[in-house]
């Protein structure tokens, strides 16, 4: 009955069931968009079919995802509110900013798309899609601006006990959104990429509309594939800037408690890690510091010299996130990453040379990979923002500090079980619509799964 605990939880179940929805609407619709453009570059019916089948599916996952992030916006007023009564001069107006600019944007054009489609010309109603899914990606950047603050502190002033804004354009270019939002927009490409892919291997192992669905798998996958590998380039850079902006949260990913030079990579430990108990561990000298600094020789800081050197700096407390949490979601990210890596590589060659054919069990590791990009994002998040404790505010103001003094831990844990049965019976009734239209197909019409003694060979499928 903690209140800094249930706050917390509330705040972290709301979070992630809202990020499950975020990512494939930042993918799917820049999906959609191309797939238009070749409609109206083509003419040929078979890409408008797509686009409205691949579009269906971007509305459904893209409601859930306004309705789970309104609640957030009530939480920064109430169990957070002394967060808010500090930051908010400066974190309320990227989130000001996302709503009337961009939320807005996508919004109200994702109706003019949706109601268009005989009222609007086949270009301008392309340009439609391109514009909803521009304002989508704009909202992500927008939140990122105001989550960068909350890493990396800049463009402010205290005053009267408030963080208050003092340059605008230092927290545009705050270097922490130049490492987070290209990671954020194109693990989104790679989330909507995967999930085209998924649901196309499905319909192709069941030969249903194979033109549509081959060359929607074949768009997906140079797209997967161009993501990924950027998504992983770009986390090179992040961990670099992580290094030198919270070395706690990198010693934490590698439960790392003492300094070393060259610095060693943990593949694999295990133990408490919580207490330095390690029973078994896998270690590459060197691999750490490379990554660190782009040479196999640099001193990483252990936690144990990050403790001292914060209660020297930020005065008696302990600054340990939790281990063992930041330790495995990192691991979560990295190896689901890497998975998709190898998965996206099989797919451009498939694609590329139109192998659909030859494996329908093959075509099943991609319905299951589905579940990949979700496992990274939600696994990336947690790291991100669990790694931060015992900051709200990075350096600047601690979560015990940022939490209501006047809610209780009764409406907090009442509040808590709310939204996490609404947010369940809203997930369950999500993935069965996703579900439900994904299988019916570009036709409407589900096709039954059938055993595997009676799955139709894709040997010799003709356009």
Same mark, same amino acid.
Request: hydrophobic residues 50%.
């Given at each position: ?8 939880? !509330?705040?972290g179940v709301t979070t992630v069931y809202h990020y499950f929805f975020v990512p494939l609407t930042l993918g799917l619709s820049v999906l959609v968009a191309i797939m238009e453009t070749l409609y109206v570059r083509t003419g040929q019916d078979m890409y ?23 609640? !957030? ?52 109603h392309a340009v439609v899609m391109w514009l909803v899914a521009i304002g989508s990606n704009l909202s992500a950047l927008w939140i990122l601006i105001a989550n960068s603050f909350m890493q990396e502190p800049v463009g402010y002033v205290l005053r009267n ?45 069941? +030969? ?16 997967? %594939?161009?993501?990924?590998?950027? @998504? ?15 070395? %706690? +949260? ?60 914060? !209660? !020297? ?9 939790? @281990? ?15 998975? %998709? ?18 494996? &329908? ?11 990949? &990009? ?30 209501? &003094? @006047? ?48 799955? &139709?060979?894709? @040997?010799?499928?003709?356009?």
């Open positions: 009955m903690d209140p800094i605990l249930l706050a917390r939880l !509330q705040f408008k079919r797509m686009t409205k089948f691949w579009g269906k599916l971007f509305l459904i996952n893209f409601a859930m995802g306004v309705v789970t992030g309104i609640v !957030q916006e009530f939480q920064f007023g109430m169990n957070w509110s002394e967060y808010s009564r500090f930051v908010g001069d400066i974190f309320g107006a990227p989130l000001a900013i996302e709503a009337l600019m961009a939320f807005f944007l996508e919004s109200t054009l994702l109706g003019v798309w949706i109601f268009g489609w005989d009222k609007l010309s086949k270009g301008l006990g408030r963080a208050e804004m003092n340059d605008f354009f230092a927290l545009l270019l705050n270097p922490s959104v130049g490492v987070q939002v290209p990671h954020t927009i194109l693990a989104g490409f790679t989330t909507g990429a995967f999930f085209v892919m998924g649901i196309s291997a499905y319909h192709l192992i069941h +030969k249903h509309d194979l033109p549509l669905y081959r060359k929607s798998f074949q768009i997906a996958a140079i797209v997967g %594939m161009i993501s990924i590998v950027m @998504v992983s380039l770009n986390g090179h850079t992040q961990t670099q800037h992580m290094v030198e902006t919270q070395p %706690m +949260k990198m010693a934490a990913a590698e439960a790392l408690w003492e300094t070393e030079n060259p610095a060693s990579f943990s593949l694999l430990t295990i133990g408490d890690l919580s207490q330095t108990r390690e029973i078994f561990s896998i270690r590459l000298p060197g691999v750490l510091s490379l990554l660190a600094y782009n040479q196999l020789t640099g001193e990483v800081h252990g936690i144990y010299d990050l403790q001292e050197e914060f !209660q !020297q700096t930020y005065g008696p407390g302990n600054y340990i996130p939790p @281990v063992a949490v930041i330790y495995w979601t990192f691991r979560f990210m990295v190896g689901a990453g890497m998975a %998709m890596v190898a998965l996206a590589l099989y797919a451009l060659f498939m694609a590329m040379g139109d192998m659909f054919e030859t494996n &329908p069990k093959v075509l099943r590791l991609f319905i299951i990979a589905i579940a990949l &990009p979700y496992i990274a994002n939600a696994s990336g998040w947690i790291m991100t923002e669990m790694g931060r404790d015992p900051w709200v505010v990075y350096g600047l103001m601690k979560i015990e500090d940022g939490i209501s &003094p @006047v809610v209780s831990s009764g409406q907090a844990l009442l509040s808590l079980i709310g939204f996490t049965a609404l947010y369940g019976a809203l997930m369950v009734a999500t993935i069965y619509l996703l579900g439900k239209y994904a299988k019916a197909g570009s036709t409407g019409t589900v096709v039954p799964s059938l055993p595997d003694d009676q799955m &139709p060979s894709l @040997v010799g499928a003709q356009d």
